[in-house]
């Protein structure tokens, strides 16, 4: 039973994979006119497209030596008797490879030595190289792999082949593509436009007034970008933290009947663009909105730009964040055990000081979870300042107009990019710090027959002054975001028309359908770019999260450190970096739709992690051990007994992460080219032109889908595949949790 | 007798250089026998058992089973199974899937599996429940298909992690016979965890007992109940009183009045034993050399229980004479008998 597994098995399939794409497929990025039917020969001939041996020997290219004969190497491991000389083979020759493979390809580009002093030396060559293209990137894999079986056979994984190239698997690509570029481009702060690195240079644009500036408060119109972000932040956390708390408390305690309707509308800003409460916003306070035009026909007051500045972004924020903080301090308010509440009105405590006494300090570390989860969102946000926002700017316009602006000045958008990621590091760290701490809340329900007393009346009074009001208020807004697709031309002319939807999604007949619509362009492809990042970002997170949760192995710290700091990267610095590290080899990718897929993947990924943690915690660990025992490998067990339990999970993550990345913005602006257009930056650039009537009707187009596919998603794990025969029994899976998609939605909407 | 697993000085830690939750042990269990690695929680018996199982890894040492080195295999390639005190049943599959789930891995070919999952199913006695679901059977039902989920790939080696501990008492019991009687049919080579020391002296034929990472005693269930080396295994075994005695060097023990010879040769000087409350002859007073007055006495169906002052200080007695019953007060006297007596080196 141990001879199969050294000779069979992961090593010899992953050599045999690295030697035919070295040999069968193009090594570098391929021409423009390549087409793979027609001119797939010329990969055994020289071309560009030619193979990694072709390239080797006939391109001058020696380095590449390294990488196409490793896996030959690593080939005789298999001949080798001994598990450990086996391991030390494999890993002493892959690893070779793997090594030259990478450091060739950071030191050699396109015009030979990427540092010019080498390449005017007498060592200088005679040709550079491109980005690697299919064959050297399923080499860099394959070996990459090898090192992970060679580790294993070597004892380190407790020799587990599955996990331990699983693990090099996922930090490779966390460090891939979230720590390199974002390190890449914020060091971009430190260099001067030449590219040498001068610290006088950062420090003028670290300490720029445009940055720090606090004219605001003597007299000047604004302060400085980072205090403007700090700013709002403040004010929208405060604002979403106190509004969504009294939404939970009053639907929870008193108003159980308003919970449907607070429910929808928490979906909402989870299935629309983020901009659209912009939108409905400027529908009704904008220069042709309809308290204007009331004002100007009553009061004869002429309309102005009065609402694009900072109330306004602080308005939109509120209305598209309140919700989240809703959601979470949801779940807080439900896992505040009722007996404790109730012991303290047997011990005479009038309600009112009950709730003062008790309940609000159990609610303590959920506010501040909900507080610190408001100011992210608020200083991530992209979509709504950039809407409403008029001369108001924050660090994220500001580097999205450093970038794509008549500026264009990588350095300052990098420093800017470091503002900001030092305040969301920083309030990440509060955060952990906040939820590390001992919550008070969440015995389970177990035990607890207690009935959560109603509010104390001036609570309740509060909630329904303030709180209904602002439902009504939310739902106005969306309701005139989604009525603004219909109406000719708002606030001139209201006349009901369906034009927009034929200027965006018009169809003709011609011989077949012609998309003759301005928006199916980038319909498709930000369906067909979502579509396939989703199943990636879902899977992904899942194994991440089953190494946090399952797997005990050295370096573990690291690696948890690694992936919790993708919670932290804003997605507009994540886009900046992505422009900034991709468009040079080995990976070259910039203006390709694979970038996009990519930052959506990890952009999305924390959310899936999430997902797959929270479900992971409800699988007994015992399941897995029973597998192993019987025989399975770490892969037969995944798939046989772990996957079909984590169905749920798996549909929640895939579902979600699908619905973010066709709603996303402040990531992918930077990524979009003409070729490659998305829906989200198709409507700003209506917003843009004022085509505001395109704009919304693609918005509803978008948001119907979106509520389509959550509905499908609640609709299929509302159904729980276990049925009632595991909650007949003694199973380990948590009867009393709910599903998985519910709890997972406060997690995914914290996340924006 | 062939060894069927070997444990060579084995430590654990679960942190590098951290604390030891085994600290340098090594124990034999024979081919075709059933050892108990009995102690209370921490001490070890788990992560002894996870490690015969491939779930833990040692720190070091040497674990070789049926004669073969298997320290550095894991899990899935040592020929073990273990059930779970959970049973970890996979909720999603039937019992038959259950079952057969260690065939369905390896490969064996569908008329084979099942009528091997059938014969296993049978030898649990639970023939006919094929397709019903693991939520649907009761716990010694969910107990029995986790055997034979084990049974059914014919381990070199059958694990039970406190298999009885989710049973009710009655329950408990019949199961535990049924697993002796069929590792004894079967001729399984059984490492058994319990911290229950009745179930261990009922299954085994050899208990192991643990303590704080160590083994404190090993040997036959008669050799721990009746001649624990130590207090720790005295008092884990059952109850037991410690009492003070001299030893003469004729190797005479004097308790008090009491005086009986020893066969083991122990030094001279001052000792202690372990008594068992049953090792008590009570009779009237002056009957027998140790004279006691009643404090307490509790009738417990079978038998009495009393507690007793006399003057080599208060003893606890388990009498089985049902038909008369000491009251609180009453004079009577104390004679001991040789089994369930054992000196203790002092």
Redesign the interface.
Known sequence: ??QS?LYGGAASGWTLLAILASLLLPWYGLPDDFHWMQDYGTVFRGSGAANGWVQAADYARPWLWLPVLAPLVAGFAILCEQ?RSQGLLLLVSAGTGLAGLLLAGYAIGVQGWAWGSLQQGPLALAVGQPGLGWGGTVVLLSMLMLVGVGLARL?YF???EFVSGAVLLCSALLILFIAMPVLKSLAGAFLDEGGQFSAAEAWNRLASSRVWNLGCFSGRPTCGVAWNTLGLALATATGTTVLGTLLALLTERSLVRAKPLVRVLSILPIVTPPFVVGLGLILLFGRAGLVNQLLEQWFGIEPSRWFYSAKGVWLAQMIAFTPVAYLMMRSVTQAVAPTLEEAAQTLRAKPMHAFMTVTLPLLGPGLANAFLVGFIESMGDFGNPIVVGGQFAVLSTEIFFAIVGAQLDPGRAASLALVLSAFALTVFALQRIALGKASYTSMSGKGDNGIPPPLPAPVRRLGMGLAMPWLAFTGVIYLFAFAGGFVKVWGRDFGLTLAHFQTGFGLDWQDGIVWAGAGWHSLWTTLRLAGSAAPLTALLGLLIAYLLARVKF?GQNVFEFGALLAFAVPGTVLGVAYVMAFNVPPFELTGTGLIIMLCFVFRNLPVSIRAGSAAFKQI?K??D?????????TL?TLR??IL??LRPALVASLVYSFVRAMTTVSSVIFLVSAENELATTFIIGRVGNGEYGVALAYCTVLTVMMLGATGLIQWLVGER??G??????????NETTPPVAPQAIPALASQT | MKPGIEFKNITKAYV?GGPLAVKGIGFTVPKGTLTTLLGPSGCGKTTTLRMI???E?PSSGQIWIDGEDVT??????R????V?????????MNIFDNVA??L???GVGRASTKQRVEAALATVGLTGYDLR?????S?GQ?QRVALA??LV?EPAVLLFDEPLS?LDARLRRQMRDEIRALQQRLKLTVAYVTHDQSEALAVSDQIIVMRDGRIAQAGTPADLYERPNSEFVAGFMGEALLLPVQITAGGTVRLGPLEWRTALSVPPGAAQVAVRPEAWRVGDASEHPLAATVLKSTYLGGFYEYTLATEVGELFVVCPHVDRQRHPGEQISLAMHQRGVSILAA
């Open positions: 039973m141990k597994n598990r004892g407790q020799g587990n050295r007994d015992s399941l051990e029973a597998s192993a025992m019987l025989g399975a490998s037969t046989r007994a079909p339990l595949k276990l009632r025969r595991a909650q007949a029994g003694h199973q380990k899976i | 590098k199982a491939g779930l890894s550095t295999l894991s899990a899935a390639e020929h073990v199974s273990l779970f005190q959970s049973y970890a049943l996979f909720p999603h789930y260690g369905a891995v390896a679901w693991p939520g649907e059977l716990g969910q989920r084990a790939l989710n």
